[in-house]
């Protein structure tokens, strides 16, 4: 029996730590889910224009008011990686997803709830500027993987309530 560790294809790398950035119901936790998603010099475009991890930040915690919930479905992914011979160490993804969010706001006795659609572009590399765990891990393998440039058209909207 072997007890390698077996990294994610980079498409569903892409789409858990997504799901971690869209599911982060606190700042601690959303700088936790995009610290170990972006390279700290992450090129970021959002809608045609070029933004700072900070803009990138403020952008996130501004479509997440107040987040209880969120659900997040991706309709599609493509991967190419960088070497076919280690498809999953780094490489190019784009997704297609759709995540709704549900707020703390009730009306009618109904979450209030905010809907972002968005096709997203990511190159995957190795940062090799993280610090090696304190001790070496288990068998060997830390995941260096982070982006180094996400291109996102992104469009925010409420969800409307049937009454």
């Not at 011979?85 to 905010?114: M, N």
Request: aromatic share 6%; proline share 7%; net charge negative.
């Amino acid at each position: 029996m072997t007890t390698d560790i077996v990294l994610p294809s980079l498409s569903q790398w892409t789409k858990n730590h997504l799901t971690a950035i869209f599911q982060a119901t606190t700042a601690s936790a959303l700088d936790t889910a995009l610290d170990a998603f972006l390279f700290k010099d992450a090129v970021i475009t959002v809608n045609g224009r070029t933004i700072s991890r900070t803009e990138f930040t403020n952008l996130l915690s501004g479509e997440k008011f107040d987040e209880t919930h969120a659900s997040v479905s991706f309709a599609g992914a493509v991967e190419v990686p960088t070497d076919p011979k280690s498809p999953v160490l780094a490489g190019s993804v784009g997704v297609f997803l759709t995540a709704v969010v549900d707020e703390a706001i009730i009306i009618r006795d109904v979450p209030v709830q905010e809907q972002t659609t968005a096709s997203i572009n990511v190159v995957i590399e190795q940062d090799d500027s993280l610090p090696p765990p304190p001790r070496p891990p288990i068998h060997g393998f830390t995941d260096h993987r982070r982006v180094k440039v996400l291109n996102e058209v992104v469009l925010l909207g409420r969800v409307s309530q049937s009454v």
